[in-house]
T-cell receptor, first 113, second 112 residues
Framework: EPEVTQTPSHQVTQMGQEVILRCVPISNHLYFYWYRQILGQKVEFLVSFYNNEISEKSEIFDDQFSVERPDGSNFTLKIRSTKLEDSAMYFC???????????FGPGTRLLVL | GEDVEQSLFLSVREGDSSVINCTYTDSSSTYLYWYKQEPGAGLQLLTYIFSNMDMKQDQRLTVLLNKKDKHLSLRIADTQTGDSAIYFCAERGGGSQGNLIFGKGTKLSVKP
């Protein structure tokens, strides 16, 4: 069964460094998402991406964040200058069409020191 | 704004039924979901229900939707130790791109 994959599974970085989290959505999916889950808290929506552009973003998704689909398979989340409070599990999700279900990847656990 | 609420903990004995409850605020939600998260793992879609349904059954799982009260429940029959996990209720947000609004999750502990 096709799955959403994410790399790396864990990343430790120093405050102020840039990180890129990578996702490979399911191949025939057209809508892509990033969510994050701070330890012990809710899963929060960050951004959605469709037709090669951001379609919706939350208040969390400020200028330090960017997303890109550099080729036909990868979908990346970049955090330009990480802060301690960016430490969280980051989930990528994708779905095929507007009425379809979202499928989530296993997540990348980011720790900012 | 849109919000989803769940109780944080539920403890049951193996073989009993578990019922996890959720309330949501957005009456225009078209789909409501249950996701399962095992320790250190991602979010696994368990089941979902469309808003014009009031019940959906899938093997040991039964989802009940009371749209008037904006109440969703997940019943797990014959709960097993492997069902121990965090269960997230989610509604499809009002935005056009269908982002999900999650509850905080209910941690289900199954005792042998």
């Amino acid at each position: 069964e096709p799955e959403v994959t994410q790399t790396p599974s864990h990343q430790v970085t120093q405050m102020g460094q840039e990180v890129i989290l990578r996702c490979v959505p399911i191949s025939n999916h057209l809508y892509f998402y990033w969510y994050r889950q701070i330890l012990g808290q809710k899963v929060e929506f960050l951004v959605s991406f469709y037709n090669n552009e951001i379609s919706e973003k939350s208040e969390i998704f400020d200028d330090q964040f960017s997303v890109e689909r550099p080729d036909g398979s990868n979908f990346t989340l970049k955090i330009r200058s990480t802060k301690l409070e960016d430490s969280a599990m980051y989930f990528c999700a994708s779905r095929r069409g507007p009425q379809e279900t979202q499928y989530f990847g296993p997540g990348t656990r980011l720790l900012v020191l | 704004g849109e919000d989803v609420e769940q109780s944080l903990f539920l403890s049951v004995r193996e073989g009993d039924s578990s019922v996890i409850n959720c309330t949501y605020t957005d009456s225009s939600s078209t789909y409501l979901y249950w996701y399962k998260q095992e320790p250190g793992a991602g979010l696994q879609l368990l089941t979902y229900i469309f808003s014009n349904m009031d019940m959906k059954q899938d093997q040991r799982l039964t989802v009940l939707l009371n749209k008037k009260d904006k109440h969703l429940s997940l019943r797990i029959a014959d709960t097993q130790t492997g069902d121990s996990a965090i269960y997230f209720c989610a509604e499809r947000g009002g935005g056009s791109q269908g982002n999900l609004i999650f509850g905080k999750g209910t941690k289900l502990s199954v005792k042998p």
